[in-house]
């Protein structure tokens, strides 16, 4: 803020500016006369509108000049007028200042007396406080007393908390001796229930593999039937064609035959499939059979854990008697729990032996079909064709009839592998050289040839099922 001292200061200064303004003023005058002077004499008008032109420039400069001036006059008036605003306002706030610091000192004496008032009163209290002090001493003598007592007390405890643990350690190794009990009469359960298990697998495997041998020797002898049939109706259906139809022309009729052979392939892919299903349907049971194991096993170790954590706590704790007694309820559930499993054992070997048996069904569907495709492929190929052509044709079907029986007894057990059977006999048909004749639908000979064929095939499928394998069926049943 500006004082009286700062104000003498700068008028002091703007003075001498003045004074040295008066001094250099005559210098710089003589100076702009001269330059003034030369700049006139180089441009010296000449004719009188030209003086009259510079008359008037100088007029207009010198307004120029004159009207700056009242401007920075105008300018200096401003801020003088501001710098007075500016010293009234510091005024006003130095008025402020002054009130303030008047209200501080009064606050400071408040102050000081209240100081005074509480140093009076602490003086006054510090005898009482003396009292008060001493009480608290004989009380911290007395607790102190007190902890010692406790200090006896707590040896005491932890002297019987010690004995309570070598109870405890003895008391855990009695029920480790009972675990190992445990341990050795469940692996004598185990051995038990391995023992039962591969004793019912071997009684299972004997009845799968007399099953087996007895439905093929039916399917062999149905087959050998079933040519027998074949062969004797290609017999008089050869005569009757050679004497019909002589006169018709040859066709080729090889595709035909092929595409029905896919068909069969489809039809042998889509069993292997039922019988994967049927795989994944059993070892889905087996794995829910194992489940279910798990879980109760689960349950009778937290049970064990609890009644373990209660002997532990000291609450619940149990004799050596007790003890014995639940191990023995344990190794009761656990035979009940063998039971069971030997039971699901049993279930799934009826369902296995009821797999099987659906298995060797679908062969027999299978190899009827493939007798009735090939009764087809004779009807086809025989209408028309000469005698010599018919014979070949028979010959073929002879050898696949043949590898079928070849098959059949080499995979007794029912397990006959569908898809090589297919590829064996497409690989033992030779391709027919000679070209075959064609076939009249509109034949009626050739409609009531064929249904009689195909009312033997339905004969011979419908046929009942042997005593023996209904006897082998009824003894897995009852196991």
Not at 14 to 34: D, E, G, K, Q
Request: aromatic share 6%; charged share 30%.
């Amino acid at each position: 803020m500006f004082t009286i001292q700062s104000i003498m200061l700068v008028s002091l200064g703007f003075f001498i500016a003045v004074l040295f303004a008066f001094v250099v003023a005559p210098a710089y005058w003589a100076r702009a006369v001269r330059l003034t002077t030369q700049r006139l004499q180089q441009t010296l008008p000449i004719n009188e509108a030209e003086i009259r032109a510079d008359k008037d420039r100088l007029r207009t400069q010198y307004a120029m000049s004159i009207h700056k001036l009242a401007r920075t006059v105008d300018a200096a008036r401003i801020s003088v007028a501001r710098h007075k605003v500016e010293i009234n306002k510091r005024d006003f706030r130095i008025g402020e200042l002054e009130r303030i610091i008047i209200e501080l000192e009064k606050n400071v004496e408040t102050k000081k007396n209240a100081l005074h008032v509480f140093e009076q009163t602490i003086l006054n209290r510090v005898p009482h406080i003396e009292k008060r002090l001493a009480q608290a001493r004989d009380i911290i003598s007395k607790r102190d007393t007190s902890i010692s007592v406790l200090k006896n007390e707590i040896d005491n405890v932890n002297q019987a908390l010690d004995k309570a643990t070598e109870l405890n350690l003895k008391k855990s190794l009695e029920i480790d001796l009972l675990k190992s009990s445990f341990a050795s009469h469940h692996q004598r359960a185990s051995r038990y229930r391995a023992h039962h298990y591969t004793i019912f697998k071997g009684d299972i495997s004997l009845l799968q593999a007399e099953l087996g041998s007895l439905r093929a020797k039916q399917q062999v002898s149905k087959i050998s039937e079933q040519q027998e049939i074949l062969r004797n109706n290609t017999k008089s259906y050869s005569r009757q064609v050679a004497v019909q139809y002589n006169d018709l022309s040859l066709n080729s009729q090889q595709f035909n035959t092929f595409e029905k052979y896919e068909h069969l392939a489809e039809f042998l892919s889509s069993l292997q499939k039922l019988n994967a299903k049927s795989q994944d349907n059993k070892e889905m049971e087996d794995l829910k059979s194992k489940l279910q194991s798990q879980e109760i096993e689960i349950e009778k170790l937290r049970a064990s854990l609890k009644v373990f954590e209660g002997s532990k706590s000291g609450q619940n704790l149990m004799s050596i008697r007790d003890i014995f007694i639940v191990q023995k309820s344990r190794i009761a559930s656990l035979e009940k729990e063998i039971k069971a499993q030997i039971n699901i054992i049993r279930g799934l070997h009826i369902k296995l032996a009821l797999v099987n048996d659906r298995s060797a069904r679908q062969v027999a569907y299978h190899i009827n079909q493939m007798c009735r495709l090939g009764v087809e492929m004779y009807r086809e190929a025989m209408v028309g064709s000469q005698r010599l052509h018919i014979l070949n044709i028979s010959n073929q079907h002879r050898c696949k009839t043949s590898n079928i029986d070849n098959s059949i007894e080499e995979n007794a057990d029912t397990s006959i592998d569908l898809s090589s059977i297919t590829e064996r006999q497409c690989k033992s048909t030779p391709k027919v050289q000679t070209n075959l004749f064609t076939a009249n639908s509109d034949s009626p000979f050739e409609m009531d040839d064929s249904k009689l064929l195909y009312q033997s095939v339905v004969d011979n499928r419908t046929e009942k099922r042997d005593p023996e394998e209904d006897a082998v069926t009824a003894r897995l049943a009852s196991i």
